[in-house]
């Protein structure tokens, strides 16, 4: 299994940047992908960043250009530099990481515990 630790969220005014990490830990274990999604009040959980293995990154329409996710694979680590702030970035922003236990061939996912951001007008 996969255990995921979140630290960085916080309060923070319109157009200020936080920066936001993910630790991995785990045995036999091989990482695909690991991303972030955010959750806001009364809205589904939608997929705002992912980063591949292989160094492909992927980000929602609303956060191109603002948010800049990063990968360390030697330390199972991702990042997620966020800038400029609205409002509307405001939410649960949970880590998740899609891996493959040696022993098996199925990939499972992992989150993170979920960490608050949110952005005052």
């Known amino acids: 299994q996969v255990q995921l630790v979140e630290s960085g969220g916080g309060l923070v005014r319109s157009g200020e940047s936080l920066r936001l990490s993910c630790v991995a830990s785990?045995?036999?274990?091989?990482?695909?992908?690991m991303g972030w999604y955010r959750q806001a009040p009364g809205k589904q959980r939608e997929l705002v960043a992912n980063?591949?293995?292989?160094?492909?990154?992927r980000y929602a329409d609303s956060v191109k250009g603002r948010f800049t996710a990063s990968r360390d694979n030697a330390k199972n680590t991702v990042y997620l530099q966020m800038d400029a702030l609205k409002s509307e970035d405001t939410a649960v922003y949970y880590c998740y990481a899609d891996f493959v236990q040696s022993s098996k061939t199925i990939i499972e996912r992992a989150w993170g515990q979920g960490t608050q951001v949110t952005v005052s007008s």
């Open positions: 785990g045995r036999d274990t091989s990482i695909l992908v």
């Open positions: 980063a591949f293995s292989a160094g492909d990154i």
